[in-house]
């Protein structure tokens, strides 16, 4: 069964700093998705990665996947409060026109000022 | 435009009885599909419909149903409900959930008392 695991499960750091977050997945699956939480709020699309070596930048953050390792990241630059939230990666499995997503455990970030 | 709307937001039931909710999707979007999110388990996928047709499904028990009207409105039917259901539900609509991904609704919380 697909595993998706996310690391850290939770990220404190300063505004300014950068960082990664990583999403190692267990079988083969040529698309990811990226999504953000906010605290009792729904999923916000962020970058949707359809191939390997697939890159998306949106201001202070960029995903990109490596499809042969099995890996998503999502990297921080510059980091602000606003971005205090929790990040999910999201594996697509499926074919044939359906699809299920399977989620990591989420990156609780929190960007202190 | 719309986006996909879940109704209603906030249900408090009994153990044993049963819940149905309720989930717009944006229109034009053909496939609905249903996520449980809990602290404990995360983000899990439920089903998964398109064209009044359930296409996939997850991990749950049969007390879990769902289904999709000609609209492609979608509701989800808990029955028995236990303590454990506790959960944040989510709806999530696409027009092609390969290549587009999944616009989520708020969701709906359900506590069981």
């Known amino acids: 069964e697909l595993k998706v695991e996310q690391n850290p499960l939770f990220l404190s750091m300063q505004e300014g700093k950068n960082y990664t977050i990583y999403c190692n997945y267990s079988?083969?699956?040529?698309?990811l998705y990226w999504y953000r939480q906010d605290p009792g709020k729904s999923l916000e699309s962020l970058f949707v990665?359809?191939?390997?070596?697939a890159v998306k930048q949106e201001g202070r953050l960029m995903a990109s996947l490596d499809t042969k390792a099995r890996l998503s990241t999502l990297h921080i630059t510059a980091a602000v409060h606003d971005l205090s939230a929790t990040y999910f990666c999201?594996?697509?499995?499926?074919?044939?026109?359906?699809?299920?997503?399977?989620f990591g455990t989420g990156t609780r970030l929190k960007v202190l000022a | 435009k719309a986006g996909v709307t879940q109704t209603p937001r906030y249900l408090i039931k009994t153990r044993g009885q049963q819940v149905t909710l309720s989930c717009s999707p944006i229109?034009?979007?053909?496939?609905v599909s249903w996520y449980q999110q809990t602290p404990g388990q995360g983000l899990q996928f439920l089903f998964e419909?398109?064209?009044?047709?359930?296409?996939n499904k997850g991990n749950f028990p049969g007390r879990f149903s769902g289904r999709q009207f000609s609209n492609s409105r979608s509701e989800m039917n808990v029955s028995t409900l236990e303590l454990g259901d506790s959960a944040l539900y989510l709806c999530?609509?696409?027009?092609?959930?390969?290549?587009?991904?999944?616009?989520f609704g708020s969701g709906t919380r359900l506590t069981v008392v």
């Open positions: 419909y398109f064209s009044e047709t359930q296409r």
């Open positions: 079988t083969t699956s040529d698309r």
């Open positions: 999201a594996v697509v499995m499926g074919s044939r026109g359906t699809y299920k997503y399977i």
């Open positions: 229109s034009g979007h053909r496939s």
């Open positions: 990665l359809l191939s390997n070596g």
């Open positions: 999530a609509s696409s027009r092609d959930a390969a290549n587009y991904g999944y616009t």
